[in-house]
T-cell receptor, first 112, second 114 residues
Framework: SQTIHQWPATLVQPVGSPLSLECTVE??????LYWYRQAAGRGLQLLFY??????ISSEVPQNLSASRPQDRQFILSSKKLLLSDSGFYLC???????????FGSGTQLSVL | AQSVTQLGSHVSVSEGALVLLRCNYS??????LFWYVQYPNQGLQLLLK??????LVKGINGFEAEFKKSETSFHLTKPSAHMSDAAEYFC????????????FGTGTRLQVFP
């Protein structure tokens, strides 16, 4: 069965510090991978998606970046966090043929 | 461009009452529509989806939604609310069955009172 792991569950970081959130998928190969952010009152916003190793598409300009060093690993990063980066970050994957997204449990990021 | 509007960021109902969560969409092509639910301290789960065919779609936990093209709506309903239905509900739209992108609404938090 497919599982998706996302960590950490919560994170409190000072402004200007770096960020690295990791997401790994098990039980499938060559998944499409996604990073979503859920900011208060703004719903879920697609940040990045990847259809393969090293292939990253950015949906919105921002202070964040993503990388896919391995087939089932997707990393969300920042060199210097801003207050506006606070939010709930969700990793998701799709098997490819179907449209159903499987979501991770999320990371609550607070930038202070 | 596609967009989703969920009317009411918070909805409160009594246990046993009808649940109605509203979703309107905008799409230049025939849409594919989804409802996702996020229970406290859990990830998102797919409740139901509309792709083609029958416009009344039944999902898990007794929920259903009806695609109304003339009203550009996809409202989520449940005849009788249960305490365990308390969660945040997201409507979403995409352009194709295999699209990489889901556009989500801002979500509606459902509270159920005894």
């Amino acid at each position: 069965s497919q599982t998706i792991h996302q960590w950490p569950a919560t994170l409190v970081q000072p402004v200007g510090s770096p960020l690295s959130l990791e997401c790994t998928v098990e039980g499938t190969s060559n998944p499409n991978l996604y990073w979503y952010r859920q900011a208060a009152g703004r719903g879920l916003q697609l940040l990045f998606y990847s259809v393969g190793i090293g292939q990253i598409s950015s949906e919105v300009p921002q202070n964040l970046s993503a990388s896919r060093p391995q087939d089932r690993q997707f990393i969300l990063s920042s060199k210097k966090l801003l207050l506006s980066d606070s939010g709930f970050y969700l990793c998701a994957h799709r098997r490819g043929a179907g449209e159903k997204l499987f979501f991770g449990s999320g990371t609550q990021l607070s930038v202070l | 461009a596609q967009s989703v509007t969920q009317l009411g960021s918070h909805v409160s109902v009594s246990e046993g009452a009808l649940v109605l969560l509203r979703c309107n969409y905008s799409s230049s092509v025939p849409p594919y529509l989804f409802w996702y639910v996020q229970y406290p301290n859990q990830g998102l789960q797919l409740l139901l989806k509309y792709t083609t065919g029958a416009t009344l779609v039944k999902g898990i936990n007794g929920f259903e939604a009806e695609f109304k093209k003339s009203e550009t709506s996809f409202h989520l309903t449940k005849p009788s609310a249960h305490m365990s239905d308390a969660a945040e509900y997201f409507c979403a739209v995409s352009r194709s069955y295999n699209t990489d992108k889901l556009i989500f609404g801002t979500g509606t938090r459902l509270q159920v009172f005894p």
